[in-house]
Nanobody
Framework: QVQLVESGGGLVQPGGSLRLSCTAS????????LAWFRQAPGKEREFVAA???????YYADSVKGRFTVSRDNNRNTVELQMNSLKPEDTAVYYC???????????????????WGQGTQVTVSS
């Protein structure tokens, strides 16, 4: 049974930083593409960042230069370092995993088979 468990969310002031982690179990982690999505209140869930098996990374324009996604295949963990946070980054952040999606679909949430339960990030003064 595949499980993804996020942690690291919380309340931070604008301009601050947070580091989210997602630990996976029940899968051969190194074979999976890992991604972060987020959903703000009243909005659709949107792509944030992804890291391929090859360790190539992909970002939404809104977070490029501020967020960094990384993976540790030894610890079955994917992390999202978020710097220069803005109030508009407030959302529930989800990690997702899939083994077989094609590269052109890496930003498409419907292509991911496995999801975590989410962790709340609130950016406010």
């Amino acid at each position: 049974q595949v499980q993804l468990v996020e942690s690291g969310g919380g309340l931070v002031q604008p301009g601050g930083s947070l580091r989210l982690s997602c630990t996976a179990s029940g899968l051969t982690f190194s074979r999976y593409i890992l991604a972060w999505f987020r959903q703000a209140p009243g909005k659709e869930r949107e792509f944030v960042a992804a890291i391929h098996r090859s360790r190539n990374t992909y970002y939404a324009d809104s977070v490029k230069g501020r967020f960094t996604v990384s993976r540790d295949n030894n610890r079955n963990t994917v992390e999202l370092q978020m710097n220069s946070l803005k109030p508009e980054d407030t959302a529930v952040y989800y990690c997702a995993a899939d083994q077989n999606l094609i590269l052109s679909s890496i930003r498409t949430q419907s292509q991911y088979d496995f999801w975590g339960q989410g962790t709340q990030v609130t950016v406010s003064s």
